[in-house]
């Protein structure tokens, strides 16, 4: 199974939901491109004015391993993260040992939850103390000019993401999991992860 990415830069609706929102049609409006996609096309195409996913352009079996929970648990379960609510603009900070979120916040989260009472793990990394992990991720080849990237890590339970929000662009791994992404105009765009899910971002800035 190739891993995916979005590059994350104007409107799309990508999944459609049932009236009870819990069934997913197969719809997805993005254009779909594999590695004979060149770093000229991309920029052409893509990078300035649509969102893109491409396929089985790098190789990230290996950082994929090292993300089962199991793993994560061994190397990092003592270590301290800090979680994010889920609201536009992550108001509140919680830190606590990554093995606490896993054992007690890492679960469905209930449909009448807030996002300003949903606290999860996405962001706001110690690229020193997972560093081992991070060197073995593969970032997408393209990038725009004039512009580096910088990684965004995070694990979320089902149900659980973040409403109407908006950033530059960059590129968006799930790992493990799903993920529906809507980008209304001026990038504004929300997520919703449909699954337990591993993922990870590198934003262009």
Do not use: M
Not at 24 to 38: G, N, P, Q, Y
Not at 86 to 107: G, H, I, M, R, W
Not at 169 to 185: A, N, W
Request: with cysteine; hydrophobic share 35%; net charge negative.
């Amino acid at each position: 199974k190739h891993l995916q990415y979005v590059l994350l830069v104007i409107k799309v609706l990508c999944a459609k939901f049932s009236p009870d929102q819990s069934v997913v049609e197969e719809s997805c409006t993005i254009e779909r491109r594999d590695a004979s996609l060149t770093y000229s096309e991309f920029i052409q195409q893509y990078a300035f004015s649509r969102p893109v996913i491409l396929q089985g352009i790098t190789d990230n079996s290996e950082f994929q391993a090292q993300c089962t929970k199991e793993e994560l648990l061994a190397k990092f379960g003592d270590r301290p993260i800090r979680l994010s609510t889920a609201n536009t603009y992550s108001y509140q900070k919680v830190d606590l040992p990554f093995q606490e979120y896993v054992d007690q916040l890492l679960e469905p989260q209930d449909l009448d939850s807030l996002g300003s009472e949903t606290l999860y793990f996405f962001g706001d990394n110690n690229f020193t103390e997972w560093g081992s992990l991070f060197q073995r991720y593969r970032p997408p080849p393209f990038r725009i000019p004039g512009t580096t990237g910088a990684y965004s890590f995070g694990i979320a339970g089902s149900g659980s993401g973040v409403p109407f929000h908006w950033h530059g662009p960059g590129f968006s791994e799930v790992i493990f999991g799903r993920k529906v992404l809507y980008f209304p105009d001026r990038w504004w765009h929300a997520t919703l992860n449909l699954d337990t899910s591993v993922f990870i971002s590198t934003f262009l800035g």
